[in-house]
């Protein structure tokens, strides 16, 4: 087993790029302030400037945690980092994977993209109820009947009433089903209102601002015309900490505090743990992606995990969990877990399995 990184202090030191496989983290620690709770949050000031603080000094149990890690390596991942107010607890590279590597985190994309949604509804750019053909034009569905009725929202929500094909199959607003190619209409959106393409119209209000180097690859395996987000581990931290922070950057608003308490508001009336691209864990029940009429399942998300939990949740196991409660970020990278069960779209047995082993370390 390769050593896990368990950091030693916070500071704001720079890491430098490391051999693949290897731990990675800032090269420069200082000792951690002895009363945490006066900790502000920190920020990132450039790709490797990330402070840094040790899990005993938040009172975790470092074996229990260091476990989990161990465990989660086993398990096809490539990248674990997990960041308290901004610093990084610990950082894990598995599988050649470095700082620097890149890769696509799937359907984790969506809660990225419905962050922008909220920046240009703020701008006044769009209205989140108003129907999508206001600013698509007729004819984006095949549903003549249902489409003018259907609104920003109902995509963001997962509510069209669309099924693949974009034929009704129900009312807007009812049923929740998890349509993908429903939510490629909104990367439409995006470029119709900004008059920009996708890359532009986001790296413009959200990815600079917050320093993070992702970017929309189009989505080849389907053909239907979306986008896909490729991440380094550490631009998902990123993005954990934008939304946690409720939209500010070191004191700098990017996005409305009001919008990021709106994607994390229950949405589908049928699916209290989904929001607005968002999975959320306070429900006591879910539904998950699968055939339209799938019934929704008694219980929370992940159990284990804290009730706040909300989560970015992509094919193949990618995760940006964020958990306000805790100030906690913690992402994973990599190919499907082995406990998976089937290559998941979104939750799998790897969430649970994970926050079984985190809440032993974190004491929460």
């Not at 080849?220 to 993005?239: K, W």
């Not at 006591?284 to 949740?313: C, E, I, K, W």
């Amino acid at each position: 087993m390769l050593g896990l990184m368990l950091l030693a202090g916070c500071g704001g030191g720079g890491a430098a790029p490391t051999a693949p496989g290897t731990p990675a983290g800032p090269s420069t620690p200082t000792t951690p302030t002895t009363d945490v709770r006066a900790l502000p949050f920190a920020y990132p000031t450039s790709a490797n400037a990330w402070s840094t603080i040790a899990p005993a000094a938040l009172g975790w149990d470092t074996v229990a945690l260091a476990s989990a890690l161990e465990w989660a390596g086993t398990q096809q991942s490539t990248a674990v980092i997990i960041a308290w107010r901004g610093r990084i607890v610990a950082e894990r590279y598995w599988r050649g994977w470095t700082a620097d590597k890149d890769s696509i985190i799937a359907s984790a994309g969506k809660s990225v993209l419905a962050t922008v949604v909220g920046r240009l509804q703020t701008e006044g750019r769009l209205t989140l109820d108003a129907p999508v053909s206001q600013y698509l034009g007729a004819g984006w569905s095949r549903s003549p009947s249902t489409e003018p009725r259907i609104t920003v929202r109902h995509l963001l929500q997962m509510t069209s009433g669309l099924n693949d094909s974009l034929e009704t199959v129900a009312s807007p607003g009812g049923r929740f089903y998890y349509n993908n190619p429903a939510y490629y209409q909104l990367f439409e959106v995006v470029t119709r209102v900004t008059g920009q393409d996708i890359n532009t119209a986001t790296r413009t209000r959200l990815f600079s601002p917050i320093g993070m180097a992702s970017t929309w690859r189009f989505n080849v395996d389907t053909g239907e015309p979306g986008f896909i987000l490729s991440c380094t581990a550490r631009d998902m931290v990123r993005f954990g900490l934008l939304v946690l922070s409720r939209g500010r950057w070191s004191g700098t608003p990017v996005v409305d505090s009001s919008w990021v308490a709106q994607m994390w508001r229950q949405g589908p009336p049928d699916n209290g743990a989904y929001g607005l691209l968002w999975w959320l864990n306070g429900s006591d029940g879910v539904r998950l992606p699968g055939p339209y009429l799938l019934p929704t399942q008694p219980g929370m998300l992940v159990p284990s995990a804290p009730r706040d939990l909300v989560a970015a949740l992509g094919k193949g196991d990618k995760k940006i969990y964020v958990v306000p409660s805790l100030d906690l970020v913690v992402v994973r990278h990599g190919a499907e877990a082995d406990v998976a069960g089937g290559n998941p779209l979104a939750v799998s047995a790897f969430d649970e399995q994970f926050w079984q082993r985190l809440r032993v370390a974190i004491r929460y």
